[in-house]
């Protein structure tokens, strides 16, 4: 496929909704034909299981069904919008994707790998993003930066230790595919991680033979 599939990927306010306004502006800048989209979500049947994943509840949610319900939410996106674009010649930017359920699923609730690996099997076959910003920040600076939004959901009521898990699992996996991902220090001022974001950007495009 010619189209490329970029995802941004963090712990708790690493700035991903900031800076994917940026990465809108420069795919627009270089006339690039793309579709924003999130997970969970990005359907309307999608965003119904998000709404059920974030809601607070007192009944606790066991780890198998909140990682089925990822995955259910997934194969919906993915079928629904991520391979049509693709298909279509659209790049796509997704706001998180699978290596968020490894960092939180896997790493974070501490599910199985295996687990997590055939489900990404079936539910995607050989789809994987070629581009993935880690946009990376120690835990406590992220969480302060959140304390400033409204009331905190399910994910965000979970304490720091379950964060400095995910954060861990994260660049475990940028390690692990070093091919596709970059590390952005979003601890920087923001002008400083919206450069990095640029020469990350520059640099994928230029090795698509763009100049
Ligand atoms: N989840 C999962 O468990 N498994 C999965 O497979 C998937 C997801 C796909 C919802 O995700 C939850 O789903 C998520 C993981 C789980 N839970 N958590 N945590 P989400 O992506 O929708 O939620 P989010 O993590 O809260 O993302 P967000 O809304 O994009 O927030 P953000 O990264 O914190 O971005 P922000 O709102 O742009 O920035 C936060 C604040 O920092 C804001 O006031 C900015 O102005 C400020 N900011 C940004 N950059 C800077 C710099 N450089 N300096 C100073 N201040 C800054």
């Excluded at 997704?94 to 199985?112: I, K, L, N």
């Excluded at 379950?162 to 952005?184: H, K, M, P």
Aim: glycine share 6%.
């Amino acid at each position: 496929m010619v189209a490329k599939f970029i995802t941004v990927e963090g712990t708790e306010g690493v700035g991903k909704t900031t800076n994917i306004n940026f990465i809108k502006s420069w795919l627009r800048q270089n006339e690039i034909k793309f579709v924003a989209t999130r997970e969970p979500g990005g359907t309307p049947l999608a965003e119904e299981i998000r709404d059920l994943l974030l809601k607070p509840r007192d009944e606790l949610v066991v780890s198998s069904a909140e990682l089925l319900l990822m995955f259910a939410g997934r194969a919906q996106h993915l079928n629904k919008v991520i391979l049509p674009a693709l298909q279509a010649d659209t790049w796509v930017l997704c706001d998180r994707f699978t290596d968020a359920t490894y960092a939180y699923q896997g790493f974070g609730r501490q599910m199985s790998s295996e687990l997590i690996v055939q489900l990404e099997n079936i539910v995607q076959g050989d789809i994987r993003p070629d581009l993935t910003l880690l946009l990376d920040i120690p835990v406590e600076i992220g969480l302060e930066r959140a304390n400033d939004r409204g009331d905190p959901d399910r994910f965000e009521q979970e304490q720091q230790d379950f964060f400095n898990r995910v954060r861990a699992g994260y660049l475990s996996l940028a390690n692990e595919n070093s091919d596709r991902y970059v590390v952005i220090d979003a601890s920087q001022e923001l002008q400083g991680v919206q450069t990095d974001i640029a020469l990350a950007l520059d640099t994928f495009y230029k090795s698509l033979g763009h100049e």
